[in-house]
């Protein structure tokens, strides 16, 4: 019987993520995962200083109602689990989704949600999703597979085109672990499947 929980250095994570199957489906979601939930992304102070760096060159992407948000209340704030996230407009949408009356990108379908931080300094906790990362007293570090309904379009074409979870988010995985840990995490991952 493989085990539930998995330790690969000082990083727990749920067999979900070997086991689901995940690849975003943006034609049949749009990135609502940007738009829906009560809390922003969770960010680190490194990641705040970032993004503070970087609003000169986003800020024309921005809505002038995020931009309000942003100057009056910065770009993160304090969840009520006491975890720092990005800032909310209305207490909904991210306050870095890209304005809706720009381009979208090719591609990409028409109305989908994009973020004005992509390929500068976006969130890892973005990236990673659906992963959800914890880091706990002792500095290890707790991944598990959040299951939202809004990404069932994203388990439908995961399983049809056999791409797990952690297949899927290699690039982040990658980034945020380095290389040697994803390529034993697949090791476990082949043990796991034969």
């Known amino acids: ?22 690849e ?4 049949a979601c749009h990135g609502q995962c940007c738009i ?11 990641e705040i200083a970032n993004i503070e760096n970087a609003l000169p060159q986003i800020e024309s992407e921005l809505t002038p109602e995020a931009l309000g948000v942003i100057n009056e209340k910065g770009v993160a704030y304090t969840d009520r689990e006491g975890d720092l996230v990005t800032s909310l407009v209305r207490g909904r949408d991210c306050a870095f989704l890209r304005r809706a009356d720009l381009p979208t990108p090719v591609g990409l379908p028409d109305g989908c949600a994009l973020c004005a931080l992509e390929g500068r300094c976006k969130p890892i906790s973005c990236s990673l999703y659906p992963i959800r990362a914890k880091v706990f007293g002792d500095g290890s570090i707790g991944l598990n ?5 809004i990404c069932d379009a994203a388990r439908i074409k995961g399983k049809a085109n056999g791409t797990h979870v ?21 090791e476990v991952a082949e043990r796991y499947y034969r």
Request: charge should be negative; proline fraction near 5%; charged fraction near 20%.
């Open 145 to 149: 597979y959040n299951r939202w309904k």
């Open 24 to 27: 975003c489906d943006l034609d």
């Open 36 to 46: 829906e939930g009560d809390a922003g992304a969770p960010v680190t102070l490194d």
């Open 166 to 186: 952690y297949q899927f988010l290699r690039a982040p995985l990658v980034r945020r672990f380095g290389q040697a840990w994803y390529d034993e995490l697949c």
């Open 1 to 22: 019987m493989f085990p539930s929980i998995l330790q690969i250095g000082n990083v727990l994570l749920s067999a979900d993520v070997l086991t689901e199957y995940f």
